[in-house]
């Protein structure tokens, strides 16, 4: 049975990337194949793929979803958007230093007023004055991770984009997509490999640490995914030929498996909770490309799962060794289910 600090790992603060490179897939890959470790780029992935495999990619799109704003009473507030639940409503995390009541207003981005309704937890229910997404779009700037230190500029507002970005509704890049242009999705297709999309749209969750050390006293943070009818018979017809479905980063990977809980991957939508540790057994995934993840993060432990604790623990300290870039605007893994 592992406990959190099993998820530990000291890295060496130079290698967080803070800003992308010249060319998505310009990065560098790991494959990890049991214990087995080799050292590519990213670009090599055409070669590793075999024509029949089924790419899974997640198309959410991040919103503008982080603003700074006034209370009534002339403090300051900053408030980021963790779902949108209706065309005039969100849920939101709002930071002040007194916490706003029911009722009350506050002015965000000196331009429009938004109500505080009713606590959920640790988020607040905001009240738009019109649509969610023009404001979101109009006022709000890119919410990058708090592990990046720069404010996001409009390069950012590119590259922390999947080219493929579709739904909007993430609040945090599916990052393992980020290393696709378009040349090699192209490339990838004339080689036939297969392409299928789900939703999930991330939460800023993804970026908090474990803090119990009994992981199944972990409450896990809620996501919404949508698989369509098309993706499960790709999936479905991908596995029944005898080749590999490939998760394009753990958000699709979790909205796979949880659309898989019944031991068959249905169609559909709801929110997820779903926990993956060591000892999980994956229903519909057989390999993972997938950046390097935060120490003691629940994504930590799902690529454990996936690849093997031992397989993880040596390749996240070959990373280390070799200098890789980790983090959203990092560099990449595929991985091979064990």
Request: glycine letters at 6%; proline letters at 4%.
């Amino acid at each position: 049975m592992y406990s959190l600090s099993d998820f530990d790992f000291e890295l060496p603060p130079e290698l967080i990337a803070q800003t992308p490179l010249t060319e998505r897939s310009g990065s560098r890959l790991l494959q990890v194949d049991g214990a087995q470790l080799s050292d590519r780029r990213f670009s090599d992935i055409l070669e590793l793929l075999n024509p029949g495999d089924l790419l899974v990619f997640n198309d959410t799109r991040v919103l503008k979803a982080r603003f700074f704003g006034v209370k009534e009473t002339g403090g300051k507030i900053e408030a980021l958007v963790e779902r949108v639940l209706d065309t005039h409503t969100v849920l939101a995390q709002v930071r002040a230093s007194k916490s706003p009541p029911a009722g009350t207003r506050i002015r965000l981005a000196d331009a429009f007023d938004v109500i505080v309704g009713e606590r959920a937890g640790e988020f607040f229910t905001l009240k738009f004055p019109s649509d969610v997404f023009a404001l979101l779009e109009q006022y709000g700037s890119l919410p990058l991770p708090p592990y990046i230190d720069h404010a996001a500029d409009a390069y950012d507002e590119t590259r922390y984009q999947t080219v493929y970005a579709k739904e909007p509704g993430a609040v945090a890049a599916p990052t393992a997509g980020l290393h696709f242009d378009q040349e090699l999705l192209a490339q990838l297709a004339q080689r036939g490999v297969q392409q299928a999309f789900v939703t999930l749209h991330v939460g800023a969750g993804t970026f908090q640490p474990v803090r119990v050390e009994d992981l199944s006293e972990h409450q896990m943070h809620s996501e919404w995914y949508t698989i369509s009818q098309a993706t499960v018979d790709a999936v479905h017809a991908t596995r029944a030929a005898g080749h590999k479905v490939v998760a394009v980063g753990t958000t699709s990977m979790r909205a796979l498996e949880s659309g898989s809980q019944s031991g068959r991957l249905q169609a559909g939508s709801a929110d997820t909770r779903l926990f993956i540790t060591p000892g999980y057994t994956f229903k519909s995934v057989d390999r993972l490309i997938t950046n390097f993840h935060l120490p003691k993060s629940t994504l930590l432990m799902l690529v454990s799962a996936f690849a093997g604790y031992d397989n993880i623990r040596a390749a996240y300290a070959h990373a280390i060794r070799r200098q890789y870039r980790f983090f959203s605007y990092g560099d990449a893994m595929l991985l091979s289910r064990q």
